[in-house]
């Protein structure tokens, strides 16, 4: 407790270059995996190529993506980009499939209503399926907020100043208490970020809790 005390300036820094991370890939990702869906809605084929391809990119191990992306972006591998580039492949990874069942689950009902009632095609699509969609869509994040909150701490091994800092450090220093604290640290980042999310998709989805289960 009081080499938490002690270097108290040193975590809240930790954890705010985390959070810096961590926050512009999520937002990106799921952006692009609400297009992505809202696309394949409207054409099945592109959906299939890129919800292939975002499978095969999952599988690539982390540690290889972040000395392979310094090459293509022109940038040190020390750099705070890099980690967020890899972050935000994993995460549309993870989040164009979600994106992909969530508008497949919308029922053709509301679909068909909001088409009599003069919608058209792309209408239908970010007026009606997103928004009935969205309940999935929120799940999807919270889960792949979890796993980039936790690959965030993997940029620590290239030098990326992160809560992961604190885990490299302290095994390196065989401090204890410091991988105590790093570990503790990302967990209630990752609790923190998921009841953001849930009270967000409460404000965002009211009328999801009264629908028939």
């Not at 005390?5 to 926050?23: A, D, P």
């Not at 290889?64 to 040190?76: A, C, E």
């Not at 058209?120 to 309940?135: D, K, Y």
């Not at 940029?155 to 490299?168: D, E, I, Q």
Request: with cysteine.
């Amino acid at each position: 407790m009081n080499w938490v005390m002690q270097n108290s300036s040193f975590i809240g820094q930790l954890f705010l270059n985390h959070t810096v991370l961590i926050v512009p890939p999520l937002i990106v990702a799921f952006i692009c995996a609400v297009l992505v869906g809202a696309l394949g809605a409207q054409y099945p084929r592109v959906q299939e190529i890129i919800g292939g391809a975002c499978q095969l990119l999952y599988t690539i191990p982390s540690l290889p993506l972040l000395v392979i992306t310094p090459i293509f972006l022109g940038v040190s591998i020390t750099s705070p980009v890099t980690v967020m580039v890899a972050l935000g492949l994993y995460a549309v990874a993870l989040l164009v499939r979600t994106s992909i069942d969530a508008f497949a689950s919308v029922d053709n009902t509301h679909l068909q209503s909001a088409e009599t009632l003069g919608y058209g095609p792309w209408r239908i699509t970010f007026g009606v399926r997103c928004v009935l969609a969205l309940p999935v869509l929120m799940a999807g994040l919270r889960v792949a907020t979890m796993s980039t909150v936790s690959l965030a701490s993997i940029g620590a091994l290239v030098g990326v100043s992160s809560l992961g800092t604190l885990l490299t450090d302290g095994f390196q220093r065989s401090l204890t208490v410091e991988v105590v604290t790093g570990i503790i640290a990302i967990v209630a980042m990752a609790l923190l970020c998921d009841a953001i999310l849930r009270f967000a998709t409460k404000l965002l989805t009211p009328w999801a809790e009264r629908l028939p289960q």
